[in-house]
């Protein structure tokens, strides 16, 4: 009996619930037949946002309450929330894009290897992940017949797992910049931080009078904020004279097995975080400047933990260099300022300084000439007096 009461009770609230609604959208512009365009997808870097209008589901013969993730309709988690604060008012679902709640409402995950191509073409083997499913309708009509329209929305989001993150400010600890678009990107979660310590505890503060040359740079490219699902594996990292690498002098600090003879690979692909490092050196261009400023680039991907050790390079097998920059649209940058090495073991020379050590230079050039030059006038005379004395004594032995 209290089942049968319960029942009609809550067909009661759904009931009501659905009235409320539909005298909402009686006079709202979305009132209509549902539409592919019906629903937003925004693809974050941790949580899958969808959002569908509400009012062509009522329109349709349904509600909120019957809509569900891939026909989840026994679990409350694969329901949505209805909004009708906003305008139009909309139904919103969102869930983690780690495994567990993927798999939870039956949603689909799938992990795809392409050939790299633009920014990437040096690499034959780029994944991408593709998360989709379904929001569906339920009829809860009890009779043989329905006239209710199934509603069906499809949804996918398609993430790149390579990028290239730039670390361009090093007087400060890093940044990591937040971006979320519709293409699903996992920029947002990546950042890059030097350090002075082998235990990457103590920023690296870079004085305006630069780095002394051979001082060891510690550079950690991190993951935060991301499913662990994914390692953080790093392709490539190199200094460029400029902060976009495209019409710059560069040098490679490490593509692959090929790598700078001070550059030393610590972590790669085994965690959510990369180490290495490298000395502090300057480019040859700047030989006339008193601080040489670079800039520190690495070419990122995020791979699966079942397939990070299959992507890490055999070494010591070569594989391809690398190809000429160009755009892609799956490259994305991190940036901030430049790291500067200096002349010498002190402070910068001034131009002051600089004139006054070529002045001292030229003065005791010619000192050393005039040095030279009295020291050959002094054997000169001193041969000419011995040959002289020498054919004084022939004369009187002769006589």
């Given at each position: ?24 959208c009686?006079?709202?512009?979305t ?15 941790e949580?899958?946002?969808l959002?569908?209008?509400?009012c ?11 809509m569900?993730l891939n ?34 409402c ?6 795809t290897?392409?050939?790299g ?17 379904l929001?569906n309708?339920?009829d ?8 209710r329209?199934?509603l ?13 993150v ?14 979320k678009?519709?293409n ?10 030097l350090f002075?310590?082998?235990q ?15 001082t060891?740079?510690?550079v ?8 662990n ?5 790093l392709?490539r ?15 490679d ?15 790669n692909?085994?965690a959510?975080?990369?180490h ?38 055999s ?9 000429p920059?160009a755009?892609?649209?799956d ?11 200096r002349v ?11 004139n ?21 006038c002094v ?9 002289g ?11």
């Amino acid at each position: 009996m209290w089942l049968v009461v319960l029942l009609c009770h809550f067909g009661l609230i759904l009931h009501c619930g659905a009235q409320t609604g539909l005298s909402v959208c009686s006079f709202d512009s979305t009132f209509r037949q549902p539409d592919n365009s019906d629903i937003t997808v925004t693809c974050g870097t941790e949580y899958m946002y969808l959002s569908i209008l509400l009012c062509p589901v009522y329109f349709g013969g349904y509600n909120e309450s019957l809509m569900a993730l891939n026909a989840k309709f026994q679990q409350s988690e694969c329901h949505g929330t209805a909004d009708w604060t906003v305008s139009p008012p909309v139904l919103k679902f969102n869930f983690s894009i780690n495994e567990n709640t993927i798999n939870f409402c039956a949603n689909t995950l799938e992990i795809t290897n392409e050939i790299g191509s633009g920014q990437f073409s040096d690499f034959s083997n780029i994944q991408f992940v593709n998360i989709s499913g379904l929001i569906n309708s339920w009829d809860p009509s009890t009779t043989t017949i329905t006239y209710r329209q199934e509603l069906m929305y499809k949804f996918s989001c398609r993430y790149p797992l390579q990028y290239v993150v730039n670390n361009t400010e090093v007087s400060v600890s890093g940044v990591s910049l937040a971006v979320k678009d519709n293409n699903g990107s996992f920029i947002s979660t990546l950042s890059m931080r030097l350090f002075t310590d082998e235990q990457y505890t103590q920023a690296l503060q870079i004085p305006e009078t630069g780095l002394q040359l051979k001082t060891r740079i510690f550079v950690q490219v991190k993951a935060t904020n991301l499913t662990n699902r994914f390692n953080v594996l790093l392709d490539r990292c190199y200094a460029t004279t400029s902060p976009i690498p495209s019409n710059s002098t560069s040098y490679d600090l490490f593509v692959g097995c090929n790598r700078d003879g001070q550059t030393v690979i610590e972590w790669n692909g085994v965690a959510q975080e990369a180490h290495f490092s490298f000395e502090a050196f300057r480019f040859v261009e700047h030989k006339n400047l008193s601080v040489s400023t670079f800039y520190l680039h690495c070419v990122t991907r995020l791979c699966e933990n079942s397939t990070c050790a299959s992507m890490i390079p055999s070494c010591p097998a070569r594989r391809r260099r690398e190809a000429p920059f160009a755009d892609s649209p799956d490259a994305t940058t991190v940036s901030a300022g430049p790291i500067k090495t200096r002349v010498d073991n002190g402070a910068p020379l001034t131009a002051e300084a600089q004139n006054s050590s070529v002045e001292t230079r030229s003065n005791s050039s010619l000192v050393g000439v005039a040095v030279a030059t009295g020291v050959l006038c002094v054997l000169c005379i001193a041969m000419a007096t011995f040959i002289g004395i020498l054919f004084k004594r022939r004369r009187i032995l002769i006589h």
